[in-house]
């Protein structure tokens, strides 16, 4: 997740060194908005966007405050520890508010406290090269929403109800949304609508309707 022509930025592109945070502009690179050193950045002193960095991103509208700067920079920042040449849980986890909780919509799972631990290394496992561009981002107060593709080879197995599904090698190119709402810093829900139909097609797997009409 071309809008923009080429200036579709991965979830590794963003990069600008802000503090602890890092945000880099490659478009051929994957989501870079982010550092190592951002496990110590807290919320409370989160960096700031300049105009040449936010030239770079595709944004639907470039007149942002500062406190939108701000909100977007921690988001982008948590795209960059999805990314699966450096996944940072605890950076992820962090980003958090006590109560926050990311909704994974599509089959209708949430994750909480500790198990906001669990989301990086489930893509990470089935995807290790893993990455997301970002096609086309909107920034409105505390509420930040992307359209984007979640890209990577199909290495790890996965498992399914019927067993589990070996890895062979697929490229996926999945059409994603993400609906990010922040509060003083932190975000307090992450709601993700991911193509899983195109994932499961792209990956070798096929929906076994006829068995679900045989039942009938």
């Not at 496990?39 to 500062?66: C, G, I, N, V, W």
């Not at 980003?95 to 089959?107: E, I, Q």
């Not at 930040?144 to 979640?150: G, H, R």
């Amino acid at each position: 997740m071309k809008l923009l022509s080429r200036k579709s930025i991965t979830a590794a592109t963003a990069v600008a060194v802000l503090g602890g945070l890092s945000i880099a502009a490659a478009p051929t690179q994957a989501a870079s908005p982010a550092h190592s050193s951002a496990t110590a950045q807290s919320s409370t002193t989160a960096p700031d966007l300049t105009p040449r960095q936010l030239a770079k991103l595709p944004l639907t509208d470039r007149h942002l405050t500062k406190h939108e700067r701000r909100n977007l920079a921690i988001v982008l920042r948590d795209y960059y520890v999805a990314e699966g040449d450096h996944i940072d849980v605890p950076t992820f986890v962090n980003s958090f508010t006590k109560d926050g909780v990311f909704n994974d919509m599509v089959p209708g799972v949430a994750y909480r406290g500790e198990a906001l631990g669990n989301v990086l290394p489930y893509m990470a496992n089935l995807f290790p090269d893993v990455h997301r561009e970002l096609k086309r981002i909107t920034v409105n107060g505390d509420t930040i929403s992307i359209e984007l593709s979640i890209q990577g080879t199909f290495e790890g197995p996965l498992q399914s109800p019927a067993g589990t599904v070996k890895p062979n090698g697929a490229k996926i190119d999945v059409p994603t949304a993400d609906f990010w709402y922040l509060r003083n810093g932190k975000v307090e829900k992450f709601n993700c609508f991911v193509g899983y139909s195109t994932m499961y097609q792209q990956m070798g797997v096929n929906i076994d309707w006829a068995s679900a009409v045989n039942k009938h």
